[in-house]
């Protein structure tokens, strides 16, 4: 056996450091993210219990007197939206057209405003106020934000130079977001490859399903394994209980279009007198937006305040039965609110109104189990507002705790998605996204009206509308 040479030594010496440092360094990273992925968990969790407070608050304040909310949501909506633009610009709206943006700006000095950590903690504290006040928001789509911001801080704190890398962190913080909030881990992948991502090498990104299992994880540490609508045991058997399908994916299709068609139009801002007012008072127009949103609620009887939560739950159940008005209203009250600017998401009060419709549906299809219609209409609808049928799909599957209906719930869901591109041709959160970019690449005069989701990009004295 031939003895080392000085130099030969030295030399492997020299690749066993190294060796040593790449593999420190690789562990570094892996604790980095799997600690960013637990955090985003934590606070997807403190944030429910936040929004379920403000809940209860509220319920107690319409018990004490239902009028209140007259002077409580126009108040509130003005005060959240002051706020919104004096100390957490950029917190307005659901906070996933932001996220879907930032995956494809290639300043990430602008990505760092977006996915700042400070717009994070104000879409908390914004979101549950919103909440108490009563408007019609959910918290679901925020956590998305939050997360991707919260594994943006910490790929920063990395130091990472990779484009790819950085954009991985985002991703993976937007779908552990999802999974954390609805205690749905395999939503939180689906979602990010449907909605989120469209790049192959994202899709099947190691980080991000590192990202989600850890905070599905934490949160069912925190929460325990919940179903978000509880266990339903129903099904639709093949024959003439399918009638349901084309039945609710047609009628959820063609609402759930007008929704995201309507929101899409309002992103572009509101036409002659009525735009030129929104930019110049726009904390007179939220508390308008808030006079409307009371209204709609001492009409219901506070059932169109906050995320529809406690409805949807108790339809799918069974336990309770609301007229068509309900879904109706709920509708014009998510599409007020979201027009206020406040920040706040759109996926809780879309389940809602999928829930109403399909209740009033199951009242002219005797031969189906009434709660298998009512998540017919639930998946059709969320479909068609997000248009995403395979998140919509698993979402609903894994909320219920129920997968006797899942070929029911694809045919219901597709079908939707495609009524839904019949009359909004655009995603609605892509074309939110795309307006955000549109901002960020062009200058904007200060006399053009933005979307609400460009807020963050622009110069603080060009009003958001």
Request: hydrophobic fraction near 50%; aromatic fraction near 8%; proline fraction near 5%.
């Amino acid at each position: 056996m031939r003895t080392p040479t000085p130099l030969r030594r030295h030399n492997r010496i020299l690749h066993l450091r190294r060796s040593a440092r790449a593999t420190t360094t690789q562990w570094r990273r892996s604790l980095t993210v799997w600690a960013g992925a637990v955090l985003v968990g934590v606070v997807a969790v403190v944030f429910a219990v936040a929004a379920d407070w403000a809940a209860r608050t509220r319920l107690r304040l319409v018990h004490w007197d239902p009028y209140v909310m007259l002077l409580v949501l126009p108040a509130g909506l003005a005060a959240s939206t002051w706020l919104t633009r004096n100390f957490f610009r950029g917190a307005q709206g659901s906070g996933i057209p932001q996220t879907i943006a930032t995956l494809h700006i290639e300043n990430f000095a602008i990505v760092d405003r977006v996915l700042a950590l400070k717009v994070a903690f104000g879409k908390v504290l914004l979101t549950t106020f919103g909440l108490l006040c009563g408007a019609s928001i959910g918290r679901e789509g925020p956590t998305v934000q939050i997360g991707a911001a919260i594994m943006h801080a910490f790929s920063r704190r990395m130091r990472h130079a990779n484009i790819a890398m950085r954009r991985a962190m985002i991703l993976a913080g937007g779908a552990a977001g999802v999974s954390a909030a609805f205690n749905t881990p395999l939503a939180g992948i689906v979602f990010a490859i449907e909605e989120l991502s469209h790049s192959f090498e994202q899709r099947t990104s190691g980080t991000m399903l590192t990202g989600v299992v850890l905070s599905g994880v934490t949160a069912i540490a925190l929460v325990g394994n919940y179903s978000y609508f509880g266990h339903t045991d129903v099904d639709v058997p093949l024959g003439i209980a399918w009638i349901a399908v084309p039945a609710c994916g047609i009628v959820g299709g063609v609402a759930g279009g007008l929704f995201s068609a309507i929101l899409v139009r309002a992103s572009r801002g509101l036409p002659g007198a009525s735009g030129r007012f929104v930019m110049q008072h726009p904390i007179g127009f939220a508390a308008l937006c808030g006079l409307v949103l009371a209204i709609i609620g001492v009409a219901t009887h506070g059932a169109t305040y906050g995320t529809g939560y406690a409805q949807a739950r108790a339809i799918i159940d069974g336990t309770e039965h609301y007229p068509a008005s309900f879904f109706v209203l709920k509708f014009a009250a998510t599409i007020v609110s979201y027009c206020s600017g406040i920040p706040g998401g759109l996926f809780a009060p879309s389940l809602s109104i999928g829930a109403g419709m399909g209740g009033w549906i199951a009242q002219f299809l005797p031969h189906t189990t009434a709660g298998a219609v009512v998540l017919l209409g639930t998946v059709a609808y969320f479909s068609a507002v997000v248009q995403a049928p395979l998140t919509a799909t698993v979402i609903v599957m894994e909320m219920c705790d129920n997968q006797q209906v899942t070929l029911a719930l694809l045919a219901t869901s597709f079908l939707a998605f495609g009524v839904s591109r019949t009359i909004c041709a655009h995603p609605l959160y892509g074309a939110l996204a795309d307006r955000f970019l549109e901002s960020v690449d062009k200058p904007v005069a200060p006399a053009e009206p933005l979307p609400e989701e460009a807020a963050a990009t622009v110069e603080p004295h060009v009003p958001a509308s």
